[in-house]
């Protein structure tokens, strides 16, 4: 069995932070002498919270079976369940702490992990913030680059390890002809507000797309390109 999976992170609010921790966040923007130039970094440096496990947190893990081709999203939310037949989605609504012990329980059991930019994002930030949560990660699945015994991280293979350039994952499965998650108008920037207005369902499915695209790019990949 082999797990593909994505997950979804929202930033806290800075204010949350110590000051310490804020001006951290803030050093280069306060640099600036331009007050407009200041002001559109300090953005991009709040809005950037999302991307780091010590200021932002898991809303939603999505796994993708690939021997059953079935689906279980993970979500923020209070029992909330449902099954999208059609799909082949299992809709599970939960909090952080459970998702990330679920999460290292079924992919202790993989053969193998696929993701999308998974070694540089999704995998050492459900460590990191595992362990921020007190929770043991059951796998290390970042020991060896090269190694794709146990991850196969599709960026790093369309890339050929950082040889070429890299796109987003929409514009490789745009160039393959697969279906891209972006096609619903929704991208990883409207998380946060999703989640700020509530909506932590439709964040769920966009995931639910995520991976079902991430799937469909690894069958490419396997078949024309893993030699």
Aim: net charge negative.
């Amino acid at each position: 069995m082999e797990i593909v999976f994505d997950i979804e992170t929202v930033g806290c609010d800075i204010k949350e932070l110590s000051e310490s921790q804020q001006e951290f966040i803030l050093r280069y923007a306060e640099k600036e002498t331009d007050e407009a130039i200041r002001e559109q970094k300090q953005e991009e440096a709040i809005r950037l919270l999302s991307l780091y496990p010590l200021t932002a947190k898991v809303v939603t893990i999505g796994m993708l079976n690939t021997e059953t081709e079935k689906s279980l999203i993970l979500f923020e939310g209070s029992e909330e369940e449902w099954e999208n037949e059609e799909k082949s989605i299992h809709y599970k609504s939960t909090n952080e702490t459970e998702m990330l012990r679920l999460f290292w329980e079924y992919v202790k059991k993989a053969k193998r992990i696929i993701t999308f930019n998974g070694r540089q994002f999704d995998v050492p930030f459900l460590m990191t913030r595992s362990a921020m949560l007190k929770i043991k990660p059951t796998v290390n699945f970042l020991k060896n680059r090269y190694d794709i015994s146990r991850h196969i991280d599709l960026l790093e293979m369309f890339t050929y390890h950082g040889l070429v350039k890299k796109f987003n994952l929409d514009f490789y499965c745009r160039a393959f002809g697969i279906e891209s998650p972006k096609a619903d108008g929704i991208t990883g920037m409207d998380v946060k507000q999703l989640y700020n207005a509530g909506l932590t369902k439709d964040i769920a499915v966009y995931c639910g797309n995520d991976i079902k695209a991430t799937y469909e790019l690894y069958m490419f990949w396997n078949e024309y390109l893993n030699i």
